[in-house]
């Protein structure tokens, strides 16, 4: 599954990459060029092999947050670069698929049925928004995500072939090395420096829609990144094998699986992020009873909960040291304890839960208004909202948006009830599907099983607080899923 050097060498191009893109972002022209370099490279090595360019988007879709690592803009809007590589992927493989004959249905069963209903109810809803009278602008970017389903067919096709599959491995657990080893890299230098001090480091992460930095209390900062959503996803994967190869009691990458596994963990713990966190408990305590069920051991059990335990330690060591190391000229002053923090994480008297608190009468009104089919892409709410950003004195104040923190309501706000269902369903096919694999409990398809399963609830519980199943992130780890589990049918295993 693991190939160390080319883990290594892929890892060492994203790093590449990120020092890239905040290079450019400090020049206009630069940027633009940048942008308009990688898009014409991307294309030709798309004309050259599509598996080749389709590894690339999933590296971006993992590092580069909302997309805009590369961007340049076109009046008042902003094209990104994942939006640039989309378009660019999607036309050449079509084109190539004339001569192919491939057809759309085909190539993504035997998920045809759901992925047909899904774009059914997003037709409805951007048609239900054009009815209500919403701007184009704003109907545009709310579902403007939803076409990444459009990359099914590309990814399906791709990952039939194993050589492929292994090189997404690779590519994708990569890319959960560099999320952890960011949010270490941009926690310490906050820590060290403050948010005066490296204004244009935190101004690239705002910019580029990679995340936020936020000051917390004394020298200690919240690092959330976009794309901390693959750093559960990846533990999880990680782990969920990892745990295989122990039931298995096979030694091969049991050393790159922990350290993937680490890498996960630390992203988790430095977004200090809740919904992640229930997440990830909700999928840990769901793999213990499948572990239970199929008569994991108590030996095997023991030495699981030790790794996990061991994961836990050292990722908050590691955080606790990129806190404390000796950087030069430091202006932060001395790193603030932990316990504080923690306490202040699951607090419930913070702006941020009240906001949430206040949000979730409103959209329950909204749904009521129209729950079966919602009232559109583009569809807004008034609320009184806490949030230091909108509060005004220290008072909430009313705002507007759009844009809403509660995932599976976001959703039949704006598809309705039946919207919701659809979702639910696919996603509870992809599950069983996963579970089906896990018969054979020796086989290497019940291993990745495991790990998508694991994953696949932790998304949809981390949908329930924080929106990632609307957005291309999410988009992205229910497409893969779905394509590892079609290119391993169950007769195989």
């Given at each position: 599954?693991?190939?160390?050097?080319?883990?290594?060498?892929?890892?060492?191009?994203?790093?590449?990459?990120?020092?890239?893109?905040?290079?450019?972002?400090?020049?206009?022209?630069?940027?633009?060029?940048?942008?308009?370099?990688?898009?014409?490279?991307?294309?030709?090595?798309?004309?050259?092999?599509?598996?080749?360019?389709?590894?690339?988007?999933?590296?971006?879709?993992?590092?580069?947050?909302?997309?805009?690592?590369?961007?340049?803009?076109?009046?008042?809007?902003?094209?990104?670069?994942?939006?640039?590589?989309?378009?660019?992927?999607?036309?050449?493989?079509?084109?190539?698929?004339?001569?192919?004959?491939?057809?759309?249905?085909?190539?993504?069963?035997?998920?045809?049925?759901?992925?047909?209903?899904?774009?059914?109810?997003?037709?409805?809803?951007?048609?239900?928004?054009?009815?209500?009278?919403?701007?184009?602008?704003?109907?545009?970017?709310?579902?403007?995500?939803?076409?990444?389903?459009?990359?099914?067919?590309?990814?399906?096709?791709?990952?039939?072939?194993?050589?492929?599959?292994?090189?997404?491995?690779?590519?994708?657990?990569?890319?959960?090395?560099?999320?952890?080893?960011?949010?270490?890299?941009?926690?310490?230098?906050?820590?060290?420096?403050?948010?005066?001090?490296?204004?244009?480091?935190?101004?690239?992460?705002?910019?580029?829609?990679?995340?936020?930095?936020?000051?917390?209390?004394?020298?200690?900062?919240?690092?959330?990144?976009?794309?901390?959503?693959?750093?559960?996803?990846?533990?999880?994967?990680?782990?969920?094998?990892?745990?295989?190869?122990?039931?298995?009691?096979?030694?091969?990458?049991?050393?790159?699986?922990?350290?993937?596994?680490?890498?996960?963990?630390?992203?988790?713990?430095?977004?200090?992020?809740?919904?992640?966190?229930?997440?990830?408990?909700?999928?840990?305590?769901?793999?213990?009873?499948?572990?239970?069920?199929?008569?994991?051991?108590?030996?095997?059990?023991?030495?699981?909960?030790?790794?996990?335990?061991?994961?836990?330690?050292?990722?908050?060591?590691?955080?606790?040291?990129?806190?404390?190391?000796?950087?030069p000229f430091p202006t932060g002053g001395e790193p603030s304890g932990g316990q504080a923090l923690v306490r202040e994480r699951f607090s419930q008297n913070q702006p941020?839960?009240?906001?949430?608190?206040?949000?979730?009468?409103?959209?329950?009104?909204?749904?009521?208004?129209?729950?079966?089919?919602?009232?559109?892409?583009?569809?807004?709410?008034?609320?009184?909202?806490?949030?230091?950003?909108?509060?005004?004195?220290?008072?909430?104040?009313?705002?507007?948006?759009?844009?809403?923190?509660?995932?599976?309501?976001?959703?039949?706000?704006?598809?309705?009830?039946?919207?919701?269902?659809?979702?639910?369903?696919?996603?509870?096919?992809?599950?069983?599907?996963?579970?089906?694999?896990?018969?054979?409990?020796?086989?290497?398809?019940?291993?990745?099983?495991?790990?998508?399963?694991?994953?696949?609830?932790?998304?949809?519980?981390?949908?329930?607080?924080?929106?990632?199943?609307?957005?291309?992130?999410?988009?992205?780890?229910?497409?893969?899923?779905?394509?590892?589990?079609?290119?391993?049918?169950?007769?195989?295993?």
């Amino acid at each position: 599954m693991i190939d160390r050097r080319f883990l290594f060498f892929m890892t060492l191009v994203l790093v590449a990459n990120e020092l890239v893109s905040f290079a450019v972002s400090q020049n206009t022209v630069a940027g633009v060029a940048a942008f308009f370099v990688i898009s014409a490279m991307f294309l030709a090595i798309a004309l050259l092999s599509t598996d080749f360019a389709l590894l690339i988007v999933i590296a971006e879709l993992v590092v580069g947050g909302k997309g805009y690592l590369y961007h340049f803009a076109v009046g008042s809007f902003d094209v990104s670069i994942r939006l640039s590589l989309f378009v660019i992927l999607l036309i050449v493989w079509l084109l190539k698929r004339r001569y192919k004959k491939l057809s759309f249905f085909t190539s993504v069963q035997p998920y045809t049925a759901y992925l047909i209903a899904l774009a059914s109810i997003v037709i409805l809803g951007f048609l239900n928004a054009l009815v209500h009278g919403y701007p184009f602008a704003r109907i545009f970017f709310d579902v403007n995500a939803y076409l990444y389903f459009l990359l099914a067919p590309v990814i399906f096709t791709s990952l039939e072939k194993p050589e492929q599959r292994r090189k997404l491995y690779n590519v994708f657990f990569s890319g959960i090395l560099l999320v952890g080893l960011k949010s270490l890299v941009v926690l310490g230098i906050f820590t060290h420096y403050g948010l005066s001090t490296v204004r244009p480091l935190y101004s690239w992460i705002r910019d580029t829609g990679v995340g936020e930095v936020a000051h917390i209390f004394a020298n200690f900062y919240r690092v959330f990144f976009q794309s901390q959503i693959f750093g559960l996803v990846g533990f999880l994967i990680a782990f969920g094998v990892l745990a295989m190869r122990l039931l298995r009691e096979r030694h091969d990458d049991r050393g790159g699986l922990y350290v993937i596994s680490l890498a996960g963990v630390v992203a988790i713990l430095v977004s200090l992020s809740r919904s992640f966190w229930v997440g990830a408990a909700a999928s840990l305590i769901v793999g213990a009873l499948i572990l239970i069920r199929y008569r994991y051991g108590w030996r095997r059990g023991f030495l699981t909960l030790g790794l996990l335990a061991s994961l836990g330690a050292l990722a908050t060591g590691l955080i606790s040291w990129s806190m404390s190391f000796p950087l030069p000229f430091p202006t932060g002053g001395e790193p603030s304890g932990g316990q504080a923090l923690v306490r202040e994480r699951f607090s419930q008297n913070q702006p941020a839960v009240d906001s949430r608190r206040a949000l979730l009468p409103a959209m329950f009104t909204r749904i009521g208004q129209h729950p079966a089919i919602g009232t559109g892409f583009g569809s807004t709410i008034t609320y009184s909202s806490s949030d230091p950003r909108i509060a005004r004195d220290g008072k909430p104040a009313r705002f507007t948006t759009s844009a809403f923190e509660w995932g599976w309501l976001d959703i039949a706000v704006k598809m309705g009830l039946v919207g919701v269902i659809i979702y639910i369903i696919f996603l509870k096919r992809l599950i069983h599907d996963c579970a089906l694999r896990l018969r054979a409990l020796r086989d290497e398809v019940s291993a990745v099983s495991f790990g998508l399963l694991l994953a696949l609830i932790g998304l949809a519980v981390t949908h329930v607080f924080s929106p990632y199943l609307n957005h291309p992130l999410g988009i992205g780890i229910v497409l893969l899923s779905a394509a590892l589990l079609r290119a391993m049918p169950v007769k195989t295993v």
